[in-house]
């Protein structure tokens, strides 16, 4: 089992800043492949990030390349979401993921571990 614990997600102006991140416990952080997603009211969940488990490897929605950066620190099982310039587009439910393999996955089936999820809210 792993469990996932979200935090730094509020309220953001358009073009500011924001980094959430995601306190995995419960088996070696490094074997796990981490990704964020969203959902926004009325829409399905969908892919934002991932990285693989050595960090070596992230692959990106197109919406938010350039814009957003995924990153984890091993050494504190954490993994992060950097949110630079965001837009109120990018106003969702952010969710961690972890997969049970350490590739970078977008697909949502192969994550089988779940945060609570944190609100982001970008004003305009």
């Known amino acids: 089992q792993v469990q996932l614990v979200e935090s730094g997600g509020g309220l953001v102006q358009a073009g500011g800043s924001l980094r959430l991140s995601c306190l995995a416990s419960g088996r070696t952080f490094s074997t796990l492949g981490m990704g964020w997603f969203r959902q926004a009211p009325g829409k399905e969940r969908e892919f934002v990030a991932s990285i693989s488990g050595s960090g070596g490897f992230t692959a990106y929605t197109d919406s938010v390349k350039g814009r957003f950066t995924i990153s984890r620190d091993n050494a504190k099982n954490t993994v992060y979401l950097q949110m630079n310039s965001p837009k109120p587009a990018d106003t969702a439910v952010y969710y961690c993921?972890?997969?049970?393999?350490?590739?970078?996955?977008?697909?949502?089936?192969?994550?089988?571990?779940w945060g609570q999820g944190t609100q982001v809210t970008v004003s305009s």
């Open positions: 993921a972890a997969s049970r393999a350490a590739w970078a996955s977008r697909d949502y089936k192969d994550y089988a571990y």
